[in-house]
């Protein structure tokens, strides 16, 4: 199994960002995708998650109204569009895929997830 995260980079606060993961070797509409940040110095924290049909997204607080996931599961891809940029918004982002049975109770724990990208970096300037 592997995930490919891309499309981080270094971008102006109040920009935006899209964020691709391309899943292979799983049956990609069984799996919830989630994506996680870290910043150096902290925990791994939870950003969004999506069902395995799209149809139920979760959203930090942090995050609310300013990111939005999606999935194509002909395309074995996840996104993460990024929008209004904050300083505080730097950091690797990694995606994530778990049972899709896990969703609704687990959807927040990186330790529920079973695969995991490399991580794509964001940084956001002033």
């Known amino acids: 199994v592997q995930l490919q995260a891309s499309g981080g980079g270094l971008v102006q606060a109040g920009g935006s960002l899209r964020l691709s993961c391309a899943a292979s070797?799983?049956?990609?509409?069984?799996?919830?995708l989630g994506w996680f940040r870290q910043s150096p110095g902290k925990e791994r924290e939870f950003v969004a998650a999506?069902?395995?049909?799209?149809?139920?997204?979760k959203y930090a607080d942090s995050v609310k109204g300013r990111f939005t996931i999606s999935r194509d599961n002909a395309k074995n891809t996840v996104y993460l569009q990024i929008d209004s940029l904050k300083l505080e918004d730097t950091a690797v982002y990694y995606c994530?895929?778990?049972?899709?049975?896990?969703?609704?109770?687990?959807?927040?724990?990186?330790?529920?997830?079973?695969?995991w990208g490399q991580g794509t970096q964001v940084t956001v300037s002033s």
């Open positions: 999506i069902s395995r049909s799209g149809g139920s997204t």
């Open positions: 994530a895929a778990e049972n899709w049975s896990n969703y609704y109770s687990d959807y927040g724990r990186a330790d529920k997830y079973d695969y």
């Open positions: 070797g799983l049956t990609f509409s069984n799996y919830a």
